[in-house]
């Protein structure tokens, strides 16, 4: 018999943060038992055309496929590690996306520009052995295999918005550690004033890096400003719906800041590193006018190409649009607008 998956709950510490933003009982939040039954009837996927298109201008239809255990790469300890992690009783303002979206439904430039290409492709990613290497402004440089890395960590379910800065949205029950933790163990100097993330370079199992048509730099990156990456909310996620994270989510290791737009959750990172000078990123290179380093999600700055005032919440269909407002850091203002008191947030975007 299947397992029914039921939302478990964050750490007392956490779950005191995300109070504020998601307060109706976990009893409406629908199981994924029950969004399967509903699969047929819900199952379009609504994107945005990611290179130059409105937001509001295009429907796209995408078929979400089933991702079974079996099939999910990860060594047995990984597995027990996530299925051990803190129950979750959080509450939160809605519903789950259903797993089979989560995993269907992606951004990952190194397999295709395709919402539907990640979990096509991305099977030739071998997630294990995995090492993430630890460099910078710290006290203690390090190379940790995931096993070491994950060693004493005790992992918690943590139940996020996801807001894409194509407009369309999700709400993930991530399974990962706070980085501040990771963060602590390396000692950073007085000198570490952003962290640096980097994303898998290996063109023979990421197919767009070799391509000849990619504008983009590789590989991937990605960066915080050292209190950023020190809050409590910021995430780094091995897990989703209490399973190992499918490849085309961004195993083993991903970056979750559920106040910034989702191309700042860098997926497969082998290294971070802690710069006095504020990093480049990939998508700031590419169009500084359209994609800032900070990416907090704010419905009164559009995007130069469309609004980012409301947003498709997945599922979401042509017959049936699921189109909610956007809220100013993605539902977090509370916990995260300190972090920003006196910038300019149209000049910071």
Known sequence: MAQVYKPTILSIEVSMLIKKPTDIPSSE????????ARRDFMRGAMSVAAMGVSASAIDVFATPTQVADKDLPGPDWLKMQIAGAIANQEKISEPLTPYEHVAAYNNFYEYGYDKTDPAAKSHILKPHPWTVEIVGEVNKPRTFGLEDLLKGVTLEERIYRLRCVEAWSMVVPWVGFSLADLIKRVEPTSKAKYVAFTTLERPSEMPEQ??????IDWPYREGLR??????PLTTLAVGLYGKVLPNQNGAPLRLVVPWKYGFKYIKS?????????????????IAPDEYGFYANVNPQVSHPRWSQAEERRLPSGLLRPNIIPTQLFNGYAEQVAH??????LRKFY
């Open 29 to 36: 939040i629908t199981p994924e038992s029950i969004y399967n």
């Open 210 to 215: 070799k391509s000849r048509f990619s504008t």
């Open 226 to 231: 050292m209190d950023e990456a020190m809050h």
């Open 269 to 285: 990172i082998v290294k971070i590193e802690f710069t006095e000078k504020q990093p480049k990123t990939t998508w700031s290179m």
């Open 339 to 344: 972090l920003y008191k006196d910038m300019d």
